[in-house]
């Protein structure tokens, strides 16, 4: 007999995160363990049939079997040594379809009972659906420990699934070959993500003017999702590459995913490829300016990883007034260590890259957005709008004013003007 304590434990803790009910049974379908969220929300006869249903019953695997219930609802059946259980019902926020589908019983309403089930990651109940099935057994290399891979692959992918892709992959060649077509130069594409990477825009500028007899391959038979998907593989390959230049991973995904939104409401293929050009300049100007930094900071190329933890923790706090203590507590160090370890990397202190990089965001909030100076010092910290202006002006060399009025479009202004917020 299984230590019944210890699956008690772990199925009301599986059914909170899950936000489901969560069951044991014997090997008999006997129910022995049963542990709910919100007893409004779960129907027994539901689960009862469920268990009944003969792709269940007869389920011998050791995979965990994940099925749906007419495409709307999740379960999990979950064979084990010490016994069975069910996870379920549950809703997935990534669109999913398994092999196996049910019907639920009749008079049954399963669009209301799936309309108050609140959402749920797919990962994280395949980490649930471990837990229970990889618990008292012995990882070896016969007999290794299941993971997240296994259960996708045996329950949401068919059989001919990558047969078909191989069949159809040795196809296109054949007719690549037949119709004299070729790809783009693969060297082209390097070229272009390490001009990226380098953060040289006039090179990268000229790479994107040239032509070959190639082209790129078929993504979509229409021509506007064509542009929007190459688009997307674009911004993918310029977001990693600026990143290795040196430019901050939360911008680098920040500026991808604004970039992709714009791409997804494309009505023109014209558009799309003038949004893709503009995006690989742009994440060539970030590692341009990042290099630009560094020189005049005189910083090392290489960098220490509690610096890299310090400069992560000052970017995701920037709108806040930030100290060196509170840094220092965050990432584990001591105030001083941490403070001459950077001097140290940076060639700078900390303070002062924080002040820094206020002033940097300040710069394009000034550019970009419609905030007043006084939102935009209360947003990063600063003791009052007076202060703002006197750190920025001694490290720009300009008030906010004069740089807002000197950098930003004329259409910026008009409309920054009209909302008349704020004053210096």
């Known amino acids: 007999m299984p230590n019944q304590t210890n699956y008690q434990y772990l199925l009301h803790r599986i ?29 027994e006869t539901l ?38 259980f069910l996870l379920g019902p549950t809703r997935f926020s990534t669109p999913m379809e398994t092999r196996l589908d049910l019907s639920a019983p009749s008079g049954l309403s399963v ?13 994280q109940f395949c980490e649930d659906i471990l837990l229970l099935c990889n618990l008292g057994r012995r990882g070896t290399t016969t007999d290794p420990y299941l993971d997240e891979n ?22 296109k060649i054949f007719e690549d070959v037949e119709n004299n077509f070729a790809h783009n130069p693969y060297s082209h594409e390097k070229r272009q993500v390490a001009s990226i990477r380098e953060g040289e825009i006039d090179r990268l500028s000229r790479i994107l003017e040239e032509r070959f007899p190639g082209r790129y391959g ?77 020189l005049q900071t005189k910083s090392p190329a290489a960098e220490n990883n509690h610096v890299s933890h310090c400069k992560d923790y000052i970017f995701t706090h920037l709108h806040g007034k930030l100290t060196v203590r509170e840094i220092a507590d965050a990432i584990g160090l001591e105030e001083n260590y941490l403070s001459a370890l ?41 003791s009052s709008q007076s202060h703002f202006g006197q750190v920025f002006k001694k490290i720009t060399g300009t008030t906010p004013r004069t740089f807002r009025e000197s950098y930003a479009s004329d259409d910026f202004m008009v409309e ?8 210096e």
């Open 111 to 123: 669009k209301l009972l799936s309309d108050a089930i609140p959402l749920y990651n797919v990962g």
């Open 150 to 171: 296994a259960i996708l692959t045996s329950n949401c992918i068919t059989d001919n699934d990558f047969g078909d892709a191989l069949s159809a992959l040795y196809n």
């Open 416 to 423: 920054t003007m009209r909302s008349k917020k704020g004053s």
């Open 47 to 84: 689960a009862e049939s469920l268990i009944k249903q003969k792709q269940i019953s007869d389920y011998k695997s050791r995979i965990p079997l994940l099925f749906s219930v007419e495409h709307s609802l999740f379960y999990a059946w979950i064979v084990t040594p010490d016994g069975l």
């Open 15 to 43: 059914s909170r995160h899950t936000y489901t009910s969560a069951r044991m049974y014997t090997k008999k379908k006997k129910l022995l363990l049963y542990c709910k969220a919100d007893p409004q929300l779960y129907d």
């Open 218 to 294: 078929t993504l979509s038979q229409d021509p506007l999702r064509q542009e929007i998907y190459i688009g997307i593989v674009e911004t993918t390959l310029a977001s990693r590459a600026a990143i290795e230049g040196g430019v901050h991973p939360e911008i680098a995904y920040s500026l991808s995913d604004i970039t992709i939104q714009k791409l997804d409401n494309c009505k023109s293929a014209i558009t799309a490829m003038t949004i893709s050009r503009q995006m690989q300049l742009q994440y060539a100007r970030l590692v341009a300016d990042q290099k630009q930094s560094r």
């Open 342 to 382: 950077f001097k140290r990397y940076e060639n700078v202190t900390l303070s002062s890259y924080i002040t820094n990089e206020k002033i940097n965001l300040a710069k394009n909030l000034l550019m970009y957005s419609h905030y007043s100076f006084i939102e935009i010092s209360n947003y990063l910290g600063f």
